[in-house]
């Protein structure tokens, strides 16, 4: 695990930590070019992902190619604390912030705060991207 990913570990997990708490089981998971948080589903043993975040140290960017908020959670303003929060600690390294494989309706809620538009499904987090 790099300096980054370690960093965005940290910065996230003060933001989950109050939600992650009423679910039942979670795990973070990181590694070189890998944040990874995942939560049990449904009173089952399988596993679901919460949040993916991809790291090319090479292109010198982060991809966040999964952000499940679970229902319960929706419309707390988290999917955006967390997205700021990723941009904050990625930003003093060089890197740029992308979301991809979104839905269609997140992706235009994305692009009305200010993101850029890469291509249909993935927008660039800058600095004039509404987050609060």
Do not use: C, W
Request: aromatic share 6%.
């Amino acid at each position: 695990m790099t300096v980054l990913e370690n960093e965005i570990t940290e910065a996230i997990k003060p933001l989950l930590a109050p939600y992650l708490e009423k679910l039942n089981g979670h795990h973070y998971h990181a590694q070189a070019g890998l944040v990874e948080i995942k939560i049990l589903q449904n009173n089952s043993d399988a596993q679901a992902a919460l949040l993916r975040i991809d790291i090319d140290h090479e292109l010198k960017q982060v991809q966040i190619s999964n952000i499940s908020i679970p229902g319960a959670l929706k419309g707390q303003g988290l999917g955006k604390q967390l997205i700021k929060a990723i941009y904050i600690a990625a930003k003093p390294h060089g890197y740029e912030v992308f979301i991809t494989d979104m839905a269609p309706d997140f992706y235009q809620r994305l692009l009305r705060r200010g993101a850029r538009s890469f291509n249909d499904e993935t927008v660039q987090i800058n600095d004039d991207t509404a987050l609060a």
